[in-house]
């Protein structure tokens, strides 16, 4: 009778009561925006072409900057541009028709062609962006001094 008794108690342990206060499984939350942002933005530079390189110098720069991370965050979860934030003026899609109007001169085609790389120019407008805020004279200047065509 007594190997019976010890055998029931086996399987029929019980586990100590926790309060679910106290546990921390009850009280972290995860903030998966940034995670998602970074594997967006490694997939996209992917798709683009860009090196392994430029891609970890591109984001190292959006994670570093709360107001460009902001909106990567968010062109990552709508596909489209906030522009709540601007230097000197310029926003994000400021700078995206720059990088579009810059591949239409390369081109020389005056238009935008199905095999133009939109997120490229998309990135491109990021790295702008970045690079603006160190250093916004030399940008501005570049802006508004045109596409470099002959005047008369």
């Given at each position: ?24 499984s009850g009280n972290i939350i995860i ?50 541009l906030r522009d709540s934030y601007s ?66």
């Amino acid at each position: 009778m007594s190997a019976k008794r010890s055998m029931a108690g086996y399987g029929a342990r019980r586990r100590p009561r926790t309060n679910k206060a106290n546990t921390m499984s009850g009280n972290i939350i995860i903030a998966t925006a940034k995670l998602k942002a970074c594997d967006f933005c490694y997939e996209l530079c992917r798709y683009c072409g860009y090196d392994n390189k430029w891609t970890d110098d591109l984001w190292g720069d959006i994670i570093a900057d709360d107001e460009i991370l902001n909106e990567f965050i968010y062109y990552a979860e709508n596909h489209t541009l906030r522009d709540s934030y601007s230097i000197s003026g310029y926003s994000l899609t400021d700078l995206y028709v720059f990088q579009m109007d810059k591949y239409n001169l390369i081109r020389e085609i005056g238009k935008n062609p199905p095999e133009c790389n939109k997120e490229r120019m998309v990135l491109n407008a990021f790295r702008m962006m970045i690079d603006m805020k160190a250093d916004p004279e030399t940008f501005v200047r570049r802006l508004t001094e045109g596409r470099g065509e002959d005047r008369l």
